[in-house]
């Protein structure tokens, strides 16, 4: 366990780094892009016409985060929404398809035009940042993912042979131990990755000062936040935490967007959203977590699920967990048309 919360560590100084290394790049150049052309609303009436809808965003993002990840959670008084059961792979097919149209549609679009605004002016911009960042994100996640599940593969090894060679009276710890190990790590890289993408846009929405942009955010981000937890929730049930991580990993996810919504309002009169700083940290942070939420959808969510035996034996459900997939991605590439 001490190696998993290493290598989660590392992930997040790498990260870091990497932040501080691109942001000390643009600042040593001053050329090379159109000038900025960045105008700024003074508007007091749609100030005001706008705080209503984030001050209301707040416990309505709030609830629906809940709602959403909650709902996995609740297997042991609803028998079909356990792990293993064909309602619990169409639910998770579901889950997936959003976490996977919200890195495509949502989270990498954001990160490209920030990180190719004209506002950013530096040389150093020209390079295809918003793409290499979310490839190392995506390279980062894997490493955590093999490394964290090897080391703890290894370690059941060496406590399997010292009982075979009669060293140890401890029990061994077998293959579903380290499945459900490995469940914990999706999880946790999973919140990772939806965390840094609600900070973001809680932010956006707080700051913003139009009311029609401040109404769209409000509207979308509740079902964002709904079907995200939905996903979040299915990798939570499925890793089988203790009471106390659980409601501590469900608290983190359905308050982050809230408190960014609140930090926007906090800076919305100094915050300039147009500035070389605000764009390049929400661009790469966007980049970021557009990798981590591409890389878990495909490969541990979906590739894990739709190559399981159950799934495998069942066309019914395979066909069904499809179905389920492509409405979940649609419905949140939709949503992309206002968040």
Sequence with gaps: MKTKN?????????????????????????HGKPQCECSHDDDHDNKEGARKYK????????????????FPLLGKVFPPLRPETPFFFVTKAFAAGVILATGFMHVLPEAYTMLNSPCLTSEAWEFPFTGFIAMVAAILTLSVDTFATSSFY????????????GESDEPSVDSVQVQVLRTKIIAQ???????????VIGISLGASQSPEA??????????HQCFEGLGLGGCIAQGKFKCLSVTLMSTFFAITTPIGIVVGMGIANSYDESSPTALIVQ????????????????????????????MQSNTGLQIMAHIALLIGAG????????A
């Design 154 to 165: 290894k370690s059941h090894c060496k406590a399997s042979k010292k009982i075979n060679d």
């Design 6 to 30: 290493v290598k989660l560590v590392l992930f997040f100084l790498s990260v870091s780094v990497l932040l501080i290394a691109v942001v000390n790049a643009a600042e040593g150049h001053s």
């Design 189 to 199: 890289v999973l919140e990772l990755g939806i965390l840094v993408h609600s900070v």
């Design 214 to 223: 401040a109404k769209a955010l409000f509207i979308a981000l509740m079902f």
């Design 55 to 70: 001050i209301a965003a707040i416990p309505s993002v709030l609830i629906a985060g809940v709602i959403g990840v909650l």
């Design 331 to 338: 419905l949140m590439s939709l949503l992309a048309k206002w």
């Design 283 to 310: 661009g790469v942070l966007n980049a970021a977590s557009a990798g981590i939420l591409i890389y878990m959808s495909l490969v541990d969510l979906l590739a894990a699920d739709f190559m399981h035996p159950k």
